[in-house]
């Protein structure tokens, strides 16, 4: 069976100090990934999707970046935190096969940046 | 731009009544349509889902409702029970894959 993995489950970090929050995934191949931000009180927000080692999609502008160096790792970076970049981040998986894409999420990460 | 909107925030049913919580969305090219539920600092899980050739979905106590020509899903709990208390979130995707969420009902099942 398939399982995702997120790390650190929290974090606490200074604003301007630097940011890797790491995904990874068991029990399939080339699965398309996703970092999503969920916000107090709001909904989820998808951040970056990828469809292959090396593919990275941005859905919005922002001070994060997203990489994929394996075909079952995400990272999510950033150089500098800001305050804003507080939230529960979440990775998910799904299979690459067009019209049943159901996403599968990992713990998440809570992160708060002081 | 909020392609997918859950316009209530939260909702509050007796247990062993029926829940019914809504979606619209603005995208005719979605065609699949999910909800997850989520529990405070966990990730969301997946609970039932339709594609947009169907217009019901059954798994056990819950049901999902798609009417095309609205633009509107909605997730049938019955019976509600305590444990189904949690936020339920609506979900959609067309042929790229990628998702939208709505904002998310917080679901209050009283015993």
């Known amino acids: 069976s398939q399982t995702i993995h997120q790390w650190p489950a929290t974090l606490v970090q200074p604003v301007g100090s630097p940011l890797s929050l790491e995904c990874t995934v068991e029990g399939t191949s080339n699965p398309n990934l996703y970092w999503y931000r969920q916000a107090a009180g709001r909904g989820l927000q998808l951040l970056f999707y990828?469809?292959?080692?090396?593919?990275i999609s941005s859905e919005v502008p922002q001070n994060l970046s997203a990489s994929r160096p394996q075909d079952r790792q995400f990272i999510l970076s950033s150089k500098k935190l800001l305050l804003s970049d507080s939230g529960f981040y979440l990775c998910?998986?799904?299979?690459?096969?067009?019209?049943?894409?159901?996403?599968?999420f990992g713990p998440g990460t809570r992160l708060t940046v002081l | 731009d909020q392609q997918v909107k859950q316009n209530s925030p939260s909702l509050s049913v007796q247990e062993g009544r029926i829940s019914i919580l809504n979606c619209d969305y603005t995208?005719?090219?979605?065609?699949?349509f999910l909800w997850y539920k989520k529990y405070p600092a966990e990730g969301p899980t997946f609970l039932i889902s339709i594609s947009s050739i169907k217009d019901k979905n059954e798994d056990g106590r819950f049901t999902v409702f798609l009417n095309k020509s609205a633009k509107h899903l909605s997730l049938h709990i019955v019976p509600s029970q305590p444990g189904d208390s949690a936020v339920y979130f609506c979900a959609a995707s067309g042929w790229r894959g990628d998702m939208r969420f709505g904002a998310g009902t917080r679901l209050t099942v009283k015993p």
């Open positions: 990828s469809v292959g080692i090396g593919q």
């Open positions: 998910a998986w799904s299979k690459r096969t067009v019209g049943t894409d159901t996403q599968y």
């Open positions: 995208n005719s090219m979605f065609d699949y």
